[in-house]
T-cell receptor, first 113, second 115 residues
Framework: AQSVTQPDIHITVSEGASLELRCNYSYGATPYLFWYVQSPGQGLQLLLKYFSGDTLVQGIKGFEAEFKRSQSSFNLRKPSVHWSDAAEYFCAVGARGNTPLVFGKGTRLSVIA | KAGVTQTPRYLIKTRGQQVTLSCSPISGHRSVSWYQQTPGQGLQFLFEYFSETQRNKGNFPGRFSGRQFSNSRSEMNVSTLELGDSALYLC??????????????FGPGTRLLVL
């Protein structure tokens, strides 16, 4: 079975600074990988996903993520953070076939002026 | 196109009661998944329904059940509520049941508080 770890529970960055959120997965084959964002009182919104092909994936809101098979990682990046990016971010991994997604515990992002 | 809607948004119950939560998927979506979100356990998969059939089930006790109707709307039921059932219950819909590659669209959730 697949699993996913988000090592950072809470990260604080200054507005305008760059951001990298870490995600490590465990799965025997090439997984499906996702990043979702959850704002307070909201459901989850898909930022980007990786299935195959180019390992650098572009998403919405200026986010990108890079799949690194050798490191079993799928880190989320943004070059310049805006105050509106403050939210909880979830990495998820899916296996081939009809199995449900497995989510990480999330990383809460705070943005300071 | 309207998104996933969940009703009610907030609910307060007492231990031992039962509760039913409702989810209306995006029009045309036939798969509905339910998740429980708590601060300690994060997002945990409850079950998935496709064409009125349960396709997957997570590791939850039998007190948690669900169903899907012919119009793809889904309900989940929790009987004999326990304090630990307090959580945000999220519903997600997808176009079909093609597995994890199907993008899931989440509703805003139902916040359940058990006293």
């Amino acid at each position: 079975a697949q699993s996913v770890t988000q090592p950072d529970i809470h990260i604080t960055v200054s507005e305008g600074a760059s951001l990298e959120l870490r995600c490590n997965y465990s799965y025997g084959a090439t997984p499906y990988l996702f990043w979702y964002v959850q704002s307070p009182g909201q459901g989850l919104q898909l930022l980007l996903k990786y299935f195959s092909g180019d390992t650098l994936v572009q998403g919405i809101k200026g986010f990108e993520a890079e799949f690194k098979r050798s490191q079993s990682s799928f880190n989320l990046r943004k070059p310049s953070v805006h105050w509106s990016d403050a939210a909880e971010y979830f990495c998820a991994v899916g296996a081939r076939g009809n199995t449900p997604l497995v989510f990480g515990k999330g990383t809460r992002l705070s943005v300071i002026a | 196109k309207a998104g996933v809607t969940q009703t009610p948004r907030y609910l307060i119950k007492t231990r031992g009661q039962q509760v039913t939560l409702s989810c209306s998927p995006i029009s045309g979506h036939r798969s509905v998944s339910w998740y429980q979100q708590t601060p300690g356990q994060g997002l945990q998969f409850l079950f998935e329904y496709f064409s009125e059939t349960q396709r997957n089930k997570g590791n939850f006790p039998g007190r948690f059940s669900g169903r899907q109707f012919s119009n793809s709307r889904s309900e989940m039921n929790v009987s004999t509520l326990e304090l630990g059932d307090s959580a945000l219950y999220l519903c997600a819909s997808s176009l079909s049941s093609g597995g994890a590659q199907e993008t899931q669209y989440f509703g805003p959730g139902t916040r359940l508080l058990v006293l």
